[in-house]
């Protein structure tokens, strides 16, 4: 419940936690007498909602709704014309409390703002830009754009790792079963002879003995080493650990960073154009980051900026950047062109994390044949020795 001009009012509105809500319902302007978390079917259905709405779904309606307020309807004559098309699906369901919102009156932003679980900040300051330009289409155009560019190269981040991965886990299983059932079986007749069995035929023996006994010890240990990584990762010193070593990893580290350059400067460049300041749009972009690391170091960077620092020396300060993107950065605030320098360095660093992937896909499948190889050779190795150790004995 919040008092606005004297009036108390009740309402429901989605935030990531109770501090998060009193702190924006200040800073709207709102005295809160009461913040009550709602429970039962009311929650239940939201999480629902989130679920069911589709990320193609929310992309066709912003295209449709850009194209409606370009052709001269109001912001609630367009959200009405996209509800009728189909006012049983969630969006419409949602879409009809924040037309119901604007025409209280509502800003644009704020009436979207409530529904943080299912709007990203990035759309609703997108959206908050619009409104101080008076060009809510090309805010959302620009919004719609920077989606569709992001999708692509995640599309093909997946991509490239699909079949690798595929590669590296039917390589594991036929080794498994070759372990399991393959070796015991042809060293079964070695073990019932007096010949002395080679070292490798021994190791080979005992590894695959061993690994048959306690394969569900095995399984039992991998589970928990899993699941303990897991919640090691959840923690904050955790993630902050894992996200650190993943920069380092050689080759990999170097295409995660490039990728998450790519993005951050992806994301600056649409919210700078929509009008909003530089710390702003620094704050508000870290918030894309996937990696914990990268975004600590990006927070840092928003409070020297607070200070007086350019946004050029602060990400040089860091250390955690390359070098070649912070001389750019350097070279568009000069210049008074930091939003085309952001965009320049998206499209390259996209087109270098293209290429790695490229070369990494290119490679992986050879590699992985050699390692498989060898340790096919191994096994081959290890089962004819003794057969041709027999054979010398009885000859």
Not at 195 to 221: A, D, E, R
Not at 294 to 300: E, H, S
Not at 336 to 353: K, N, P, R
Not at 359 to 380: D, Q, R
Request: proline share 2%; aromatic share 10%; with cysteine.
């Amino acid at each position: 419940m919040t008092e606005m001009g004297g009036r108390i009012v009740e309402e429901t509105i989605t935030a990531d936690s109770k501090a998060i809500l009193i702190k924006r319902l200040k800073k709207e302007g709102n005295f809160v007498l009461e913040i009550r978390r709602e429970e039962g079917f009311g929650s239940l259905k939201k999480g629902i909602s989130r679920r069911r709405i589709k990320a193609n779904d929310l992309l066709s309606f912003n295209r449709e709704f850009s194209v409606l307020i370009r052709t001269g309807l109001s912001i609630v004559a367009a959200l009405d014309a996209v509800i009728e098309k189909d006012e049983e699906s969630e969006l419409s369901k949602i879409l009809k409390k924040i037309r119901d919102d604007i025409t209280a009156g509502e800003s644009l932003s704020g009436a979207f703002r409530k529904y943080s679980n299912i709007f990203s900040k990035l759309y609703v300051a997108s959206l908050q830009a619009g409104e101080r330009s008076g060009n809510i289409p090309l805010a959302i155009s620009r919004y719609i754009e920077y989606i569709k560019k992001m999708s692509d190269i995640k599309q093909k981040v997946i991509s490239a790792s699909v079949y690798p991965l595929i590669l590296v886990m039917a390589s594991f299983f036929v080794l498994l079963f070759l372990l399991i059932f393959v070796v015991p079986v042809l060293t079964e007749s070695f073990l019932g002879s007096d010949t002395q069995l080679p070292f490798i035929t021994v190791i080979l023996v005992n590894f695959s003995t061993g690994l048959k006994s306690y394969v569900f010890y095995v399984l039992f240990l991998l589970i928990c080493l899993v699941a303990g990584f897991y919640y090691f990762k959840k923690s904050d010193f955790g993630r902050l650990c894992v996200d650190r070593w993943k920069l380092n990893i050689p080759f990999l580290g170097d295409l995660y960073l490039h990728y998450s350059i790519s993005k951050l400067t992806r994301t600056l460049n649409t919210v700078l154009s929509g009008g909003i300041p530089l710390v702003e749009t620094v704050k508000l972009s870290s918030g894309t980051l996937n990696n914990h690391f990268l975004k600590l170091r990006l927070d840092g960077v928003v409070k020297s900026m607070e200070e007086g620092e350019s946004f050029s020396a602060s990400l040089l300060k860091t250390k955690a950047f390359p070098s070649m993107a912070v001389r750019m950065i350097f070279a568009g605030e000069s210049g008074g062109a930091l939003e085309q320098v952001l965009d320049d360095i998206a499209d390259f660093y996209a087109s270098d994390v293209d290429i790695k992937l490229s070369i990494l896909t290119s490679a992986i499948e050879p590699a992985l044949m050699v390692i498989m190889g060898f340790i096919i050779g191994f096994i081959v190795l290890a089962m004819y020795m003794p057969i041709f150790q027999l054979a010398g004995a009885t000859a």
